[in-house]
């Protein structure tokens, strides 16, 4: 896939606000029919547990491009839910009618496919029991990597502008001015765009689009994962400092030790930049660590009392 973004489209390159639930809905579904290696831990949890309407789902989200009325743009689980509830008959079949025949299913995925209003409502009813035992579960979870991800990608356009945002998307984006690259490049016509809005996704493992009837294309992507560094940092704190001070806060001090931002430790610690903050503040407050701004960029380095708490420690 290649997205063309011209001089005039690079103005309207955006980034969702947070976690999009329709998104990670659709990503989620596929990660069920799949089988993909990545997140088997939640597959495993969830397999006995779906509702007895996921048939009609993976109908609706199977191979090829998911129906755009079931992607509405940003919002919440309940806004997203009451678009789709919204959506016009006609549309609907449009929608619809590319997909197979639903052979095997309830009767109800039948006259979706027709225009039904009243499954439509059922339709709504199955996403949000899908949700429900799927995804709330771990919505937490969810919010933080993809907060974690915009955080990332916002420094990114403020150190680098529109260039250093997307090329920040590699290695599942590449950014070949003034092509948008995903996969082996295609000499074949590129996707001409209005903008992107990227759409960071906990539960997706590559990049998809769905095409915009008037604005930019939303392009959803693999949010970024726990930083390699972040696992070698837990796996060598020491026992005796996770005990002291819980495991996060032990892992920001070996993180310290190297100096670090406040976003650096967000990434690498897989929670927002406001809970870093916090346990940073707390640790400064104790003595361990000290903190000094530069220009925009908080960075932090442990003190002798935190250096000397790390080594004791350690041995």
């Not at 997205?3 to 976690?19: C, F, P, Q, W, Y």
């Not at 009767?107 to 199955?126: F, I, K």
């Amino acid at each position: 896939m290649r997205l063309e973004l011209k001089s005039r489209d690079l103005t309207r390159v955006g980034l969702s606000n947070a976690a999009d639930p329709c998104w990670e809905l659709a990503s989620s579904v596929r990660l069920l029919l799949d089988e993909e290696v990545a997140f088997g831990w939640w597959r495993r949890r969830v397999r006995g547990r779906l509702p007895e309407s996921f048939p009609v789902l993976r109908w609706l989200y199977g191979p090829g491009e998911v129906p755009e009325f079931l992607l509405p743009a940003g919002g919440d689980l309940a806004s997203g839910l009451a678009t789709v509830l919204g959506t016009p008959p006609d549309r609907l079949r449009a929608a619809l009618a590319a997909l197979p025949e639903p052979h095997g299913l309830p009767p109800w995925a039948a006259a979706l496919r027709s225009g039904s209003d009243a499954a439509l409502s059922r339709l709504v009813q199955a996403l949000r029991e899908y949700f429900m035992v799927a995804l709330a579960p771990h919505w937490d979870t969810v919010r933080a990597r993809v907060e974690v991800d915009r955080q990332a990608r916002i420094q990114a356009l403020a150190d680098g502008g529109v260039d250093g945002l997307l090329a920040t998307l590699r290695p599942v984006l590449r950014w070949e001015p003034p092509y948008l690259v995903t996969g082996v490049a295609s000499p074949g016509t590129p996707r001409r765009t209005a903008g992107v809005l990227l759409v960071p996704t906990y539960f997706a493992v590559q990049p998809w689009i769905v095409p915009g009837s008037a604005g930019p294309v939303r392009l959803g992507y693999p949010a970024a994962a726990e930083d390699s560094r972040v696992r070698r940092a837990r796996h060598a704190t020491p026992r005796a400092l996770a005990a002291l001070l819980g495991p996060t806060r032990a892992a920001a001090m070996v993180l310290a030790a190297a100096g670090c931002s406040t976003s650096d430790l967000a990434a690498r610690l897989g929670v927002t930049p406001s809970a870093a903050s916090k346990h940073m503040s707390v640790l400064r407050a104790a003595g361990l660590i000290a903190s000094h701004r530069n220009r925009n960029t908080v960075r932090h380095s442990l003190t002798p009392l935190g250096m000397a708490l790390v080594d004791g420690a350690s041995t």
